[in-house]
């Protein structure tokens, strides 16, 4: 069984940055050459859908950003830890939400939730202007 914790949240003024850890257990980096797992991070605005902003492939460490984020949030894998990260700079208040990790193990859409079957908890980041 997979199991994931998000931490590192919080309040932060727009312009700031914060660091997400996602701290996995269970979850195979490597099980073999060319696998589509993938850790993905989601958030969730209150009356919005959830939304992927960010996923890597564990394999070989591709990295997909939606377009809302690319440019100022970068995802990173570090498998000795067990730990995905998710900087983000440049903060702004529209990415004030609850923010997901989660893990898929055959992830074919790399920032669809449909694809991911492990998640986290979820974790605040309320950003203000």
């Known amino acids: 069984q997979v199991h994931l914790a998000e931490s590192g949240g919080g309040s932060v003024q727009a312009g700031g940055s914060l660091r997400l850890s996602c701290a996995t257990s269970?979850?195979?980096?490597?099980?073999?050459?060319?696998?589509?797992?993938?850790i993905g991070w989601f958030r969730q605005a209150p009356g919005k859908e959830r939304e992927g902003i960010a996923s890597?492939?564990?394999?070989?460490?591709?990295?997909y950003y939606a377009n809302s984020v690319k440019g100022r949030f970068a995802i990173t894998q570090d498998s000795a830890k067990n730990t995905v990260y998710l900087q983000m700079n440049d903060l702004k208040p529209d990415d004030t939400a609850m923010y997901y990790c989660?893990?898929?193990?055959?992830?074919?859409?790399?920032?669809?939730?449909?694809?991911?079957?492990?998640w986290g908890q979820g974790i605040q980041v309320t950003v203000s202007s």
């Open positions: 269970g979850y195979t980096y490597k099980p073999y050459s060319y696998s589509s797992n993938s």
């Open positions: 989660a893990a898929g193990l055959y992830v074919a859409d790399p920032l669809n939730r449909a694809d991911f079957t492990y």
């Open positions: 890597i492939y564990s394999d070989d460490g591709r990295t």
